[in-house]
T-cell receptor, first 114, second 112 residues
Framework: NAGVTQTPKFRVLKTGQSMTLLCAQDMNHEYMYWYRQDPGMGLRLIHYSVGEGTTAKGEVPDGYNVSRLKKQNFLLGLESAAPSQTSVYFC?????????????FGPGTRLLVL | GDSVTQMEGPVTLSEEAFLTINCTYTATGYPSLFWYVQYPGEGLQLLLKATKADDKGSNKGFEATYRKETTSFHLEKGSVQVSDSAVYFCALRQNTGNQFYFGTGTSLTVIP
């Protein structure tokens, strides 16, 4: 199993450009999450999904959109990138009710917005 | 709302020293508590967890006890190794909720 994978690993954007980050998991997990990690602020939840076709806002959703068209994929979109969106983005997945009740994280996508 | 507060780092220790990283939380009810570890260039990995008061989570020599009376979940290890150098995150999740709340992370460097 590959676990949770993220594409791309690194990207540089200019202000105003758009892009989509892809998260894929092969563990048949129901729930998927997108976080951003910034120095001194830990991980903050952007959006999450509790199943195919459903999404919900997290703590910092502004400027981002998401889609969960397939159970194994969770896409994070930036329609018009801003320098404040420079961050490391992590995707995670889990299935409720399993003994560990934890999330499995991808390796991260480093995004720089100039 | 729910939140987690961690001691600020960075923390630098010599090999075989004793480690404590403090974590306190604010939440209603009885959330589940977690410690995650992030090695350089990688995503977070679960280190240990506890789901109810007085539970002790343990893994790889690390321990943390769920203290309801002090709303704390401090991480401890009796003898750290260079390979323990990483960033450690405390987190909570309400048992009826879907969101995890993370602390800001504590960077640990262990020197030989």
């Amino acid at each position: 199993n590959a676990g949770v994978t993220q594409t791309p690993k690194f990207r540089v954007l200019k202000t105003g450009q758009s892009m989509t980050l892809l998260c894929a998991q092969d563990m048949n997990h129901e729930y998927m999450y997108w976080y951003r990690q910034d120095p001194g602020m830990g991980l903050r939840l952007i959006h999450y999904s509790v199943g195919e076709g459903t999404t919900a806002k997290g703590e910092v959703p502004d400027g981002y959109n998401v889609s969960r068209l397939k159970k194994q994929n969770f896409l994070l979109g930036l329609e018009s990138a801003a320098p404040s969106q420079t961050s490391v983005y992590f995707c995670a997945s889990r299935t409720p009710g399993q003994p560990l009740e934890t999330q499995y994280f991808g390796p991260g996508t480093r995004l720089l917005v100039l | 709302g729910d939140s987690v507060t961690q001691m600020e780092g960075p923390v630098t220790l010599s090999e075989e020293a004793f480690l404590t990283i403090n974590c306190t939380y604010t939440a209603t009810g009885y959330p589940s508590l977690f410690w995650y570890v992030q090695y350089p260039g990688e995503g977070l990995q679960l280190l240990l967890k506890a789901t109810k008061a007085d539970d002790k989570g343990s893994n790889k020599g690390f321990e943390a006890t769920y203290r309801k009376e002090t709303t704390s979940f401090h991480l401890e290890k009796g003898s750290v190794q260079v390979s323990d150098s990483a960033v450690y995150f405390c987190a909570l999740r309400q048992n009826t909720g879907n969101q995890f709340y993370f602390g800001t992370g504590t960077s640990l460097t262990v020197i030989p």
